[in-house]
């Protein structure tokens, strides 16, 4: 079955500091895995994509890593800011060619910056 | 803002009410897929559409409904509602069928 797990499940840090979310997954053959930022209450936004060939991507002061051998993936905010307190999804697809139906999602990691 | 609307965006129902959740596409998204959010838990699958046909369910059951109209806008109907069907419902539009997904903000749904 395939599963994605995300740790820690909850993370406090003081804003200014960084901080890396894990994401590991079973999901085989893999096409794509995503990392979305959730605020309490809303949709979940898009931060970054990667294939399977792309080691890292970054998005402003979010970076994302991809070990394909591993099935392992980190995400790192770099000078944390209040803004940033929010759930953070990871996603993968299989390399199915299918629908959202392929999509497997972990559970997130709750972060919260401090002042 | 993703361009994704959805509503209402708070609703409360009892316990064998029906319910219907409605949700605007992204201009140039041709297909939607839908979500329940439990607290604390990842978005769990229900259906997607594309091009108004349902191509894809999750684990849930039939008296979870759906339709797609022409402009791709898209509705999700409950039937018989239950108390665990408490959660946020999300849906998202994409331009392929697992396509980079703009979601929307969600229908919180309480059933009491």
């Known amino acids: 079955k395939n599963q994605v797990e995300q740790s820690p499940q909850s993370l406090i840090i003081l804003e200014g500091k960084n901080c890396t979310l894990q994401c590991n997954y079973t999901v085989s053959p893999f096409s794509n895995l995503r990392w979305y930022k959730q605020d309490t209450g809303r949709g979940p936004v898009s931060l970054t994509i990667?294939?399977?060939?792309?080691n890292t991507k970054s998005n402003g002061r979010y970076t994302a890593t991809l070990d394909a051998d591993t099935k392992q993936s980190s995400l790192h905010i770099t000078a944390s800011q209040l803004s940033d307190s929010a759930s953070y999804i990871c996603v993968v697809t299989p390399y199915s060619g299918g629908g959202a139906d392929g999509l497997t999602f972990g559970k997130g990691t709750h972060l919260i910056i401090q002042p | 803002e993703t361009g994704v609307t959805q509503s209402p965006t708070h609703l409360i129902k009892t316990r064998g009410q029906q319910v219907t959740l409605r949700c605007s596409s992204q201009s140039g998204h041709n297909t939607v897929s839908w979500y329940q959010q439990a607290l604390g838990q990842g978005p769990q699958f229900i259906f997607q559409y594309y091009r108004e046909e349902e191509n894809g369910r999750g684990n849930f059951p039939p008296r979870f409904s759906g339709l797609q109209f022409p402009n791709y806008s898209s509705e999700l109907n409950v039937n018989a509602l239950e108390l665990d069907d408490s959660a946020l419902y999300l849906c998202a539009s994409s331009t392929e069928w697992a396509g980079k997904l703009f979601f929307g903000s969600g229908t919180q749904l309480s059933v009491l």
């Open positions: 990667m294939t399977f060939s792309e």
